[in-house]
């Protein structure tokens, strides 16, 4: 099993910068990707950035430009993932979750999630 836990979320005025962190732990060594995913009231959870082992990022179009996802280590043990996030506006405003990704076998792990509000 995987365990992913996240923190950093809160609340932030529109223009100013939070940074969300997530580590994910257990056997980990199946990981091949992670990401940040958020989920606004009444919409669908969507992709907002993930990384992959090799270092590839993939920003939805919505936050390219004003996020910034980095594997920050990974040992055996732990994997630590950062979600920079500049310049924010109210429509940031949800619940941001990590996911921890194996492709092999296809298992998605997923944290408890972390609220980020925005004020206008």
């Known amino acids: 099993q995987v365990q992913v836990v996240e923190s950093g979320g809160g609340l932030v005025q529109a223009g100013g910068s939070l940074r969300l962190s997530c580590a994910a732990s257990g056997r980990i060594f199946s990981i091949n990707d992670m990401g940040w995913y958020r989920q606004a009231p009444g919409k669908q959870r969507e992709l907002v950035a993930s990384v992959t082992s090799g270092g590839y990022t993939t920003y939805a179009d919505s936050v390219k430009g004003r996020f910034t996802i980095s594997i920050i280590s990974r040992d055996i043990n732990k994997i630590t993932v950062y979600l920079q996030m500049n310049s924010l506006k109210p429509e940031d405003t949800a619940v941001y979750y990590c996911?921890?990704?194996?492709?092999?076998?296809?298992?998605?792990?997923w944290g408890q999630g972390t609220q980020v509000t925005v004020s206008s």
């Open positions: 996911n921890a990704h194996s492709r092999v076998p296809f298992m998605d792990y």
